[in-house]
């Protein structure tokens, strides 16, 4: 494969993700005009919801590694029955959550500690949100699949078409715009449920038209356990790496919330805002990764796989030393956009300090992990993922930020230090090539 073979697929998940992201921050400076506590409390739901995602990746992650290795080796009944096998257990597995979330989302609230302000907001959001958590579960696999098969472009079009009617439903229906009564919570759930709705319609439309057929389905007749089995080998462990770091962050939430008070909650909901955009494009490179290194890995051609992995994690770990110097420099900037008090404007900046050398660092585990998912080997990932950031993250960031005193900065300061010791264990893995021997084809 060519360099241009990685724009050609990362382009589209850039923006894809940049949109994705852009929602996000779009919601809590919304709600932040509406209610400042609002934006706060849907940031907590956030986190449940993510969470909840990491269920589902179970399968789309193992979904989209199996299908781009079986498009590489040419292998289209096993395309099919790794699509059917998706789908299936997806919505399956979606419905249970929407179940879930619906009877027990505010216990979840209440285990991340969310104040008596807070948790009103965040009740009605779940409510609504998490009761659909199944068209979630729907997009997950059918974006997985549709990147399996490298087409990126059509995922495109269907996030731009969710995200826009997303961002444009939240104003109008949040701040009661074009005369329609402002509904805050209730209305940026509104947009989020029905634009996700019309995202599986577009996403399932274009599957089913042009890459796949309903006859799938019949190989769920005589069950395909040997596709079941290989999509959870990969996606288990692989979402298992995720959930970690999804956790990890859950609990860090929690030691804000309890020890640090609301400025730093706060603070940190802003500057995590501006921080997803920071890595969205090792986040690109990282998917489109996996997407390359499945294909070649499937045809069998892995000296190639070894010189494209490397070749695009030094394209990402360029890019990511330019955005933390944009991080650092406009720190104060960055933080004026959500809120003028200056005791959350000066945490934000010191935020913003340290996480400009931890970009780079989250390139290492962004890329490198996804070539690594990519070729089939997810063991090492999870396995350092669970040491690092149960000890380090948790552990450096509860004895700095709480013992030591040093607040949220300290928290951040623990983060980076994570990072970077994951990153540099995943770059020893790549070059051993010990991913050769995990192929599923």
Not at 70 to 87: H, M, P, Q, W, Y
Not at 118 to 139: P, S
Not at 205 to 214: H, S, V
């Amino acid at each position: 494969m060519r360099t241009q073979s990685l724009f050609k697929l990362a382009w589209p998940i850039f923006i894809e993700q940049a949109l994705i992201i852009m929602v996000g921050v779009v919601n809590v400076y919304i709600l932040s005009r509406y209610d400042s506590s609002a934006a706060a409390a849907v940031e907590g739901c956030t986190q449940v919801l993510w969470n909840v995602f990491l269920v589902f990746a179970v399968i789309s992650l193992g979904t989209s590694v199996l299908v781009a290795q079986n498009v590489g080796a040419g292998n289209r009944e096993r395309i099919d029955k790794t699509a059917a096998v998706s789908l299936l257990f997806s919505l399956g597995l979606g419905l249970a959550a929407s179940v879930g979330l619906t009877f027990w989302g505010e216990e979840l609230l209440l285990f991340l500690g969310l104040s008596a302000g807070l948790l009103e907001h965040a009740k009605t959001y779940l409510l609504l949100v998490g009761g659909f958590v199944f068209l979630d579960a729907l997009l997950f696999s059918s974006d997985a699949i549709l990147k399996g098969f490298g087409r990126t472009r059509q995922c495109l079009a269907v996030t731009a078409t969710m995200n826009v009617l997303n961002l444009c439903g939240s104003a109008v229906l949040g701040l009661g715009l074009l005369g329609f009564p402002a509904l805050g919570v209730w209305g940026v759930a509104l947009a989020a449920v029905g634009s996700k709705a019309v995202a599986v319609a577009l996403a399932q439309g274009y599957l089913f038209t042009r890459l796949l057929k309903p006859a799938i389905f019949r190989h769920l007749l005589a069950f395909p356990f040997l596709e079941l089995r290989q999509v959870l080998k990969i996606g288990f462990p692989a979402a298992m790496e995720s959930m970690s770091y999804t956790l990890s962050q859950t609990v860090l939430m929690a030691l804000i919330l309890t020890y640090l008070g609301s400025e730093a909650y706060v603070a940190r909901t802003y500057a995590w805002s501006v921080i997803k955009m920071a890595f969205l494009f090792s986040l690109a490179i990282g998917q489109a990764n996996v997407i390359m290194i499945g294909q070649l890995v499937g045809a069998g051609r892995f000296d190639e796989a070894a010189r494209v992995g490397m070749r695009n994690f030094r394209i990402a770990f360029g890019a990511a030393w330019v955005l933390g110097l944009g991080l650092f420099m406009g720190r104060t900037e960055l933080m004026r956009i959500f809120t003028a008090e200056e005791m959350i404007v000066s945490l934000g900046a010191l935020v913003f300090m340290i996480d400009a050398f931890l970009e780079p660092g989250r390139t290492f585990n962004i890329v490198l992990i996804s070539g690594l998912r990519g070729a089939g080997d997810v063991q090492f990932p999870v396995v350092m993922a669970v040491l690092s950031m149960w000890s380090v993250n948790i552990g450096l960031g509860y004895y700095l930020g709480v013992v030591l005193g040093y607040g949220l900065p300290g928290i951040w300061a623990a983060m980076l230090v994570d990072e970077w010791i994951r990153g540099l264990a995943m770059l020893w893995r790549w070059r051993s090539g010990a991913w050769r021997s995990k192929a599923l084809v």
